[in-house]
């Protein structure tokens, strides 16, 4: 698996990249959330390599992405009427969907031995190609090591698996930086696994009230959702979270008084009033929570590259909209690290 040469791939040569996937190869591919990590989700011993390439546990099923509904309907249960209305409101688009399968649908290695498999339709035309150049489903986790921030650029990709897979299909920066809305809809009552991309509003415009059951499942529970349970999107400083930005000055004159390198991460207006923090040691969020969520695992890169940063401050945003996922992934990587509770 090591020491493959990793070709880039541009939008207009799907084709040869589509070829290394029938080959049984690893392709990572853009989507509008993160990049991921493709293979033909039809071919096993392919499937076990990603497992192999990401370091990831066997126990964390993969989400099966296809570029028609045609191919859900050969491997699912009959699509019921909450499941076609939020296929055809939201797809392409970042909402993935776990369905009940049919017998023998798909290798254990790509469930995680469940009877359910989660589907998706990305929304990038260079992706959707791949998959019907292809010509079958493919798999694809978030295509980084592991534990660390999913990538939003192909550079990223290329940061934690070069030399490890084929290619990478490069159509530069994803549009959402956060990960799909995970939804399990093979339960009589719909329920979100993972905050995403998609709000819990948005999909309740459409089929009425879901619960949310997205919180931290502890390594002993076996939860819904096998990749609750393990420590995510952490970069190696510690990450800290400054829920209110009248707070900063205050976290700035601790963070100092610890007398190690630190980074901040916060929208510009927070940024511009921080008069004795150097430059380089700031890392623009944008303007709201939106471009926040856009380059949040970006800047957690960013200061993971500095290996010299061993704390980074960043700012928290209101839990609603795509805040509620923005504020997931940042309390995972800071493993719910506040400074209103470390400060004395
Ligand atoms: O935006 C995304 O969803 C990205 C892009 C590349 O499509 N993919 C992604 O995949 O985030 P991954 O593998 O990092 O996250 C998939 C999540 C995991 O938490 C996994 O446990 C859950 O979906 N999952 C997959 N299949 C499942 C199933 N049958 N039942 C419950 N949870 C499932
Ligand atoms: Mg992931």
């Known amino acids: 698996m090591n020491n493959v040469e990793t070709k880039v791939f541009r939008p207009n040569e799907v084709k040869a990249a589509a070829k290394l996937i029938q080959d049984g190869q690893l392709v990572a591919f853009p989507t509008e959330t993160v990049y991921g990590l493709g293979a033909d989700a039809t071919n096993p011993t392919a499937v076990k390599n990603v497992y192999l390439a990401k370091g990831r546990p066997s126990d964390n099923p993969l989400i099966v992405h296809v570029a028609d509904v045609k191919t859900v309907e050969k491997y699912a249960q009959p699509l019921d ?24 649908a798909f290798d254990p290695v790509v469930t995680g031995g469940l009877k359910t498999a989660a589907f998706r339709m990305p929304a990038k035309e260079a992706t959707l190609n791949l998959i019907t150049e292809s010509g079958v489903p493919l798999v694809g986790p978030s295509a980084n090591t592991s534990g660390k921030p999913s990538p939003t650029t192909a550079q990223h990709v290329q940061h934690d698996l070069n030399g490890k897979i084929a290619g990478i299909l490069d159509a530069g920066q994803t549009d959402f930086g956060v990960e ?22 948005q999909i309740e415009s459409v089929i009425g009230p879901i619960m949310n059951n997205h919180h931290h499942v502890s390594a002993e529970e076996t939860p819904k959702a096998p990749g609750m349970k393990y420590k995510h999107y952490a970069p190696s400083a510690q990450v800290v979270i400054v829920d209110d930005a009248s707070e900063f000055e205050e976290a700035i004159n601790w963070a100092k008084a610890q007398k190690i390198d ?83």
């Open 262 to 344: 630190f980074g901040v991460m916060a929208s510009d207006v927070v940024l511009n009033q921080l008069k004795n923090v150097p430059e380089q040691a700031k890392f623009s969020l944008g303007e709201e929570v939106k471009t926040a969520s856009h380059n949040l695992f970006d800047g957690l890169r960013h200061f993971d590259l500095q290996s010299d940063v061993k704390l980074i401050l960043v700012q928290g945003f209101n839990k609603t909209g795509i805040g509620v996922a923005y504020m997931n992934r940042l309390e995972k990587s800071a493993g719910q690290t506040h400074f209103h509770q470390i400060k004395e």
């Open 81 to 104: 009427e909450r499941t076609k209305k939020l296929i055809q409101k939201f797809w392409p688009g970042p909402l993935t969907i776990i369905l009940p399968l049919k017998e023998h």
């Open 180 to 201: 799909s809305t995970v939804l399990d809809l093979s339960v009589a009552e719909p329920v979100i696994l993972r905050p995403g991309a998609i709000s819990k509003d």
